[in-house]
């Protein structure tokens, strides 16, 4: 995973009512992510209210968006696009999947399985309906499955990884301070 | 390692291009009926970062349908692509698929499912003018056996045309 950002504690305050719309966080592990990054909005006390978005009956409104890339499964798996995507689009990627895979199938799992997985979590503020500013974070993940992540199971950062999700979420605050007028 | 059983799961994972994709027509689970909109719309697009390709087509498409990109304009058209899981009916039935494909090398083809769903938007100011919902479903085959079809049904020539049709549609309901 990439530098972690630094988020400053103290976050100005605004004194307005704020609603939030979640797009494309669609399983389980998503929602996980997507709690933590409303964790971090209402601790930060930032706004009057923060409540989600129904009908567009309020004046501010934040998009919370996830675009996820496609990524091989460990054999095959259920891809959420269509199947011909990774060939198609990230042809350089998809030979060294291949390339991977038999390695770690020729060297019975010494070599490991890689599965990198790019999320960009962009934030929308909008007013009315009229786009106020935009911001995008990425996070890049790397997933090891074989004998030796096996045997470093201990190290893993999962945990840290949930924290980053919170961090952008303090950072989008300070980012954005300028655009809620 | 058995030597047959790698070179099965090396032909397996080449199957991923020989692949097949199978067109749906989209399916309304959020109806609206819309008054004509305005000619001058601002557009915003959401959940494309990865689908790039499709965008830009489907943005021609709606440029073309008559209606004009405009930054000052009052009315907002928003489209929201989302993917979504799937979940098979017959999930035993479906792993059993997974092993005979598996241990074919492919011959026997595995098929999957993709979800999508597609939300156009549209407002004024604070008012919500109207908002209809599709989902795109695509069904997809992979195994050595689809080599000679894999051309005539890629599948994102499919899902293009799903996401196209979606648009066309929607326009429908007016």
Same mark, same amino acid.
């Given at each position: 995973?990439?530098?972690?950002?630094?988020?400053?504690?103290?976050?100005?305050?605004?004194?307005?009512?704020?609603?939030?719309?979640?797009?494309?966080?669609?399983?389980?592990? =998503?929602?996980?992510?997507?709690?933590?990054?409303?964790?971090?909005?209402?601790?930060?006390? &930032?706004?009057?209210?923060?409540?989600?978005?129904?009908?567009?009956?309020?004046?501010w409104?934040?998009?919370?968006?996830?675009?996820?890339?496609?990524?091989?499964?460990?054999?095959?798996?259920?891809?959420?696009?269509?199947?011909?995507?990774?060939?198609?689009?990230r042809?350089?990627?998809?030979?060294?999947?291949?390339?991977?895979?038999?390695?770690?199938?020729?060297?019975?799992?010494?070599?490991?399985?890689?599965?990198? &997985?790019?999320?960009?979590?962009t934030?929308?503020?909008? &007013?009315? =309906?009229?786009?106020?500013?935009?911001?995008?974070?990425?996070?890049?993940?790397?997933?090891?499955?074989?004998?030796?992540?096996?045997?470093?199971?201990?190290?893993?950062?999962?945990?840290?990884?949930?924290?980053?999700?919170?961090?952008?979420?303090?950072?989008?605050l300070?980012?954005?301070e &300028? =655009?809620?007028? | 390692?058995?030597?047959?059983?790698?070179?099965?799961?090396?032909?397996?994972?080449?199957?991923?291009i020989?692949?097949?994709?199978?067109?749906?027509?989209p399916?309304?689970?959020?109806?609206?009926?819309?008054?004509?909109?305005?000619?001058?719309?601002?557009?915003?697009?959401?959940?494309?970062?990865?689908?790039?390709?499709?965008?830009?087509?489907?943005?021609?498409?709606?440029?073309?349908?008559?209606?004009?990109?405009?930054?000052?304009?009052?009315?907002?058209?928003?489209?929201?692509?989302?993917?979504?899981?799937?979940?098979?009916?017959?999930?035993?039935?479906?792993?059993?698929?997974?092993?005979?494909?598996?241990?074919?090398?492919?011959? +026997?083809?595995?098929?999957? +499912?993709?979800?999508?769903?597609?939300?156009?938007?549209?407002?004024?100011?604070?008012?919500?003018?109207?908002?209809?919902?599709?989902?795109?479903?695509?069904?997809?085959?992979?195994?050595?056996?689809?080599?000679?079809?894999?051309?005539?049904?890629w599948?994102?020539?499919?899902?293009?045309?799903?996401?196209?049709?979606?648009?066309?549609?929607?326009?429908?309901?007016?």
């Open positions: 995973m990439g530098s972690r950002p630094v988020a400053n504690q103290n976050i100005p305050k605004v004194d307005k009512d704020i609603t939030y719309e979640l797009i494309g966080w669609k399983d389980k592990e =998503n929602k996980i992510k997507a709690t933590e990054i409303l964790k971090a909005l209402h601790r930060a006390e &930032k706004f009057k209210t923060i409540s989600h978005f129904v009908k567009s009956d309020s004046e409104k934040i998009q919370i968006i996830l675009d996820e890339s496609p990524q091989l499964a460990i054999l095959l798996g259920e891809p959420v696009q269509p199947v011909s995507w990774v060939a198609e689009k042809p350089g990627r998809y030979s060294l999947y291949i390339l991977n895979r038999v390695l770690s199938a020729a060297t019975r799992l010494v070599i490991p399985v890689f599965q990198v &997985k790019e999320e960009i979590i934030f929308r503020v909008w &007013k009315q =309906n009229v786009k106020k500013a935009e911001y995008s974070y990425p996070v890049e993940t790397i997933r090891a499955f074989g004998w030796i992540s096996l045997a470093l199971t201990f190290f893993d950062d999962k945990k840290e990884i949930e924290t980053i999700y919170s961090d952008y979420a303090l950072l989008f300070i980012d954005s &300028k =655009n809620y007028e | 390692m058995n030597k047959k059983i790698f070179l099965s799961l090396i032909g397996f994972l080449f199957n991923l020989n692949c097949a994709g199978i067109y749906n027509e399916v309304f689970i959020n109806k609206q009926k819309t008054n004509s909109i305005q000619k001058n719309i601002r557009l915003e697009f959401t959940g494309f970062y990865f689908y790039e390709k499709e965008l830009n087509l489907l943005k021609s498409e709606i440029l073309n349908s008559g209606l004009r990109e405009n930054a000052n304009s009052p009315i907002l058209l928003e489209v929201i692509l989302e993917e979504k899981e799937y979940f098979y009916k017959y999930k035993s039935l479906h792993f059993v698929n997974l092993i005979a494909s598996l241990f074919t090398a492919g011959i +026997i083809p595995y098929y999957t +499912i993709t979800k999508h769903e597609i939300t156009y938007r549209v407002s004024e100011g604070k008012k919500e003018i109207s908002s209809s919902k599709l989902v795109l479903e695509l069904d997809q085959l992979r195994g050595l056996s689809l080599l000679p079809i894999t051309s005539f049904f599948p994102s020539s499919a899902f293009d045309k799903s996401i196209l049709d979606s648009w066309k549609m929607r326009g429908d309901t007016k």
